[in-house]
């Protein structure tokens, strides 16, 4: 090595390892290899006897403290950090399903959610079936030995339902068949998805957690009470961890499937992670006040919240979520014409998609969401022409209230 050879002095430096400065934050370790002393200790690395990071699409140190801190609050298991809330959910059933085995859910999904269902996994040779996840006998018609999963989200959208999962769990758990839960709606620092039986829940990190819309990002969230012995797909990894499922998905798929999060996502997310309970309840609590105001609106036809003394789902909701079921609501105006006049007007509120931004967001689901979706398969999902969904941020009540009131007149 020469003196001028600036590329070789460089590269011989390492990253001194444990960090050296003592930093409050946790620094983002923004390398993709990790380099060993000797032979020996790469092959135990390499091989899974120890921890050590050896690639980062396996692991990274500063991915790996968010899914710690994840982990700590939720009392979960098993936390894994991904990409997206997509890649969240489609690691989850590429881990679960068989081909011959069948996923039973609502037809009031998320809208990726539902095309990875039907068109992706179907042509895996998985089944989706549909069912109406608020009638226990009709869940149960619909579950055989070939169900992979029961799948709930928490409070769909933009239907605002919610299902009974104390009711749902134990429903699936004397079939030994597991309980996965997109909660992304409702927080884990506010909903304990584990104490109402859910075994494996999903969450878009995106949303809530991010905060400011920062970055897209997804997590697993394994509570390891499922005895994967039941599954035939994972029923031969049954002893080789107390959960079949985690060590499937951190052994193979979610490493062959590389939807990884980046160390700058989980930085990101990591300080979201921070403000996550304080948003929230600000957020929910102005979603609250909110909702009952615009009931006395004679422009708008029904508002939609679970929080809502008068609403189908009131109680159900109340026992899970307790008084603030989320920040979002929907409501319903005479026609379509009437939602696009309405939201070209609005001044404060902005048009864009996403849920839980600091700012508050408003979107017209039916053409934009589902727009891609035929008028048929709109019906069926319960997706109307004429409603708006509308994600509360941190403004106050009043602002929010005035700029509907003017978008309305
Ligand atoms: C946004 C969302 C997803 C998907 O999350 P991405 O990060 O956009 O992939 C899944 N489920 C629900 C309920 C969502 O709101």
Redesign the pocket.
């Known amino acids: 090595m020469t003196e001028h050879d600036y590329e070789a002095k460089l590269m011989s430096l390492s990253f001194p390892k444990p960090d050296p400065y003592g930093s409050l934050s946790m620094p983002v370790y923004h390398t993709l290899a990790y380099e060993f002393a000797t032979a020996e200790e790469m092959e135990a690395a390499f091989c899974g006897r120890t921890t050590e990071h050896t690639y980062s699409r396996v692991t990274n140190p500063t991915v790996q403290h968010f899914e710690e801190r994840v982990r700590t609050v939720t009392g979960a298991y098993g936390v894994t950090a991904l990409s ?4 969240a ?1 489609s690691n989850t059933f590429f881990s679960l399903a068989w081909s011959g085995s069948n996923i039973v859910t609502s037809r009031h999904l ?1 809208g ?2 539902y095309s990875f269902f039907v068109n992706t996994l179907r042509a895996f040779g998985v089944e989706v079936r549909f069912c109406d996840l608020t009638d226990p006998v009709d869940v149960a018609a619909h579950l055989d030995a070939d169900s992979c999963a029961l799948f709930v ?1 928490v409070i769909t ?1 933009p239907q605002m339902e919610v299902a009974d999962l104390k009711v749902l769990s134990s429903l699936v758990h004397e079939r030994n068949i597991p309980l996965v839960a ?1 909660t ?2 409702v927080p884990f620092t506010t909903f304990r998805a584990g104490d109402f039986g859910v075994d494996i829940e999903v969450v ?1 990190s ?2 809530y957690i991010s905060g400011g819309a920062t970055s ?3 997590l697993i969230i394994d509570y390891g009470k499922f005895d994967w012995k039941h599954s035939p797909r994972l029923r031969s990894m049954a002893g080789e961890s107390p959960s079949a499922f985690h060590y499937k998905l951190r052994r193979e798929i979610h490493r062959n499937l590389g939807a990884y999060m980046t160390p700058e996502v989980a930085y990101m997310q990591s300080l979201g992670l921070e403000t996550l309970q304080v948003r929230f309840e600000r957020q929910a609590a102005t979603c609250k006040a909110l909702a009952g105001r615009l009931q006395s609106l004679t422009d708008i036809e029904t508002v939609c919240y679970t929080g809502l003394e008068d609403n189908p789902s009131f109680e159900v909701s109340q026992q899970q979520f307790g008084d603030y079921p989320g920040a979002m609501l929907t409501f319903d105006l005479a026609s379509k014409e009437r939602c696009y006049g309405f939201l070209n007007k609005l001044k404060l509120i902005r048009r864009a998609t996403n ?1 839980f931004d600091n700012r508050s967001l408003i979107i017209h689901p039916a053409s934009t969401i589902y727009g891609s979706f035929t008028p048929e398969q709109r019906m069926a999902m319960d997706v109307k022409e004429n409603t708006i969904r509308l994600s509360v941020g941190l403004e106050s009540t009043d602002a929010l209230f005035e700029d509907i009131c003017q978008a309305l007149n």
Do not use: C, P, Q
């Open positions: 997206s809330g997509m890649a959910i998320f990726n959610t989200e959208n997109d992304t709606i878009a995106t949303k897209l990002g997804g849920l």
